[in-house]
């Protein structure tokens, strides 16, 4: 069975816009406290396989038997063999199989693309996003007077309920078909 020893996953150059559903960009009023777009996408792609704009993604694995990529889409660009002989990572050719890649027993390193610059995000992922972004906005907005949570129980209540952004928000509902590779991977 292949182990997955190592994920390295890189930031994207830009993260997706969130508009509200008017049309206008979220977070622009100068009243309200601004919420980064990476925040919501980071949180957003920790719960699910699929991945938006590009960026690099390298994995360290061991074999043999078959692997799938964890991240979708992905686009193979090298792959490596250990060869602990010569102690160097060799180059190799990774066999395709019906889910993946059919790896040998060794160690291998596989570099590429996860993400796709010119797909559209899928409706349910940038609702997702949107209500995310919202949910935080609103806590933001309730902790911007730094004087109206000076009480211990009321800045844990806030925490709380900020660590539970994606349940209370109603996001992770949406993304819960994309939680696992496969689910809505070919969607």
């Given at each position: 069975?292949?182990?997955?020893?190592?994920?390295?996953?890189?930031?994207?150059?830009?993260?997706?816009?969130?508009?509200?559903?008017?049309?206008?960009?979220l977070g622009r009023?100068?009243?309200?406290?601004?919420?980064?777009?990476?925040?919501?996408?980071?949180?957003?792609?920790?719960?699910?396989?699929?991945?938006?704009?590009?960026?690099?993604?390298?994995?360290?694995?061991?074999?043999?038997?078959?692997?799938?990529?964890?991240?979708?889409?992905?686009?193979?660009?090298?792959?490596?063999?250990?060869?602990?002989?010569?102690?160097?990572?060799?180059?190799?050719?990774?066999?395709?199989?019906?889910?993946?890649?059919?790896?040998?027993?060794g160690r291998w390193?596989?570099?590429?693309?996860?993400?796709?610059?010119?797909?559209?995000?899928?409706?349910?992922?940038?609702?997702?996003?949107?209500?995310?972004?919202?949910?935080?906005?609103?806590?933001?907005?309730?902790?911007?007077?730094?004087?109206?949570?000076?009480?211990?129980?009321?800045?844990?209540?806030?925490?709380?309920?900020?660590?539970?952004?994606?349940?209370?928000?109603?996001?992770?509902?949406?993304?819960?078909?994309?939680?696992?590779?496969?689910?809505?991977?070919?969607?």
């Amino acid at each position: 069975m292949t182990r997955l020893l190592e994920m390295d996953e890189g930031e994207p150059n830009a993260w997706p816009e969130i508009v509200d559903r008017m049309g206008a960009l979220l977070g622009r009023d100068p009243n309200d406290p601004a919420v980064e777009m990476a925040a919501v996408w980071r949180r957003i792609e920790a719960w699910v396989s699929w991945r938006g704009p590009a960026r690099s993604a390298a994995f360290t694995l061991e074999g043999p038997g078959e692997w799938r990529p964890p991240l979708h889409p992905f686009a193979l660009l090298q792959a490596f063999r250990w060869d602990a002989t010569s102690r160097i990572w060799m180059e190799t050719t990774l066999p395709a199989a019906p889910l993946g890649y059919e790896l040998d027993d060794g160690r291998w390193l596989v570099t590429g693309t996860a993400g796709n610059d010119d797909a559209p995000v899928p409706a349910e992922i940038y609702e997702a996003a949107q209500r995310l972004e919202e949910y935080m906005r609103g806590i933001a907005n309730k902790n911007k007077d730094s004087f109206a949570y000076t009480e211990l129980y009321q800045s844990r209540r806030a925490a709380r309920y900020a660590a539970r952004a994606l349940e209370l928000s109603g996001a992770a509902d949406l993304l819960r078909p994309w939680r696992k590779l496969g689910a809505r991977a070919g969607a």
